[in-house]
């Protein structure tokens, strides 16, 4: 299983940006599907879940800026990131659920990563 995101870079406060997840190796729409930044010096945090179901949770700091959406045809899930704030900078992850009956929102719920995407806000 590989997965391959995109679409960082630097951004003004203000701003937008749509990140991209590329998986292989899987059947892409059986599984729920997460993301996780991390800024310096911080431990690893949710960001937003869409399931197999299509049920989607989003952390409170982004709930209203940012969309998580999915392609099950193309294996591709986005995070459209709007009103981008200095504190939403990290490196951002995206990654696949370990199974139906794990949890959402914990960096041990999810078995597969990707290799991360900067995200750069300034203010």
């Known amino acids: 299983v590989q997965l391959q995101a995109s679409g960082g870079g630097l951004v003004q406060a203000g701003g937008s940006l749509r990140l991209s997840c590329a998986a292989s190796g899987l059947t892409f729409s059986n599984y729920g599907l997460g993301w996780f930044r991390q800024a310096p010096g911080k431990e690893r945090e949710f960001v937003a879940n869409i399931k197999s179901s299509g049920s989607i949770d989003y952390a409170d700091s982004v709930k209203g800026r940012f969309t998580i959406s999915r392609d099950n045809a193309k294996s591709i899930m986005y995070l459209q990131m709007s009103s981008l704030k200095p504190e939403d900078t990290a490196v951002y992850y995206c990654?696949?659920?370990?199974?139906?009956?794990?949890?959402?929102?914990?960096?041990?719920?999810?078995?597969?990563w990707g290799q991360g995407t900067l995200v750069t806000v300034s203010s």
């Open positions: 990654a696949i659920r370990r199974s139906v009956y794990s949890g959402t929102y914990y960096p041990e719920d999810y078995r597969y």
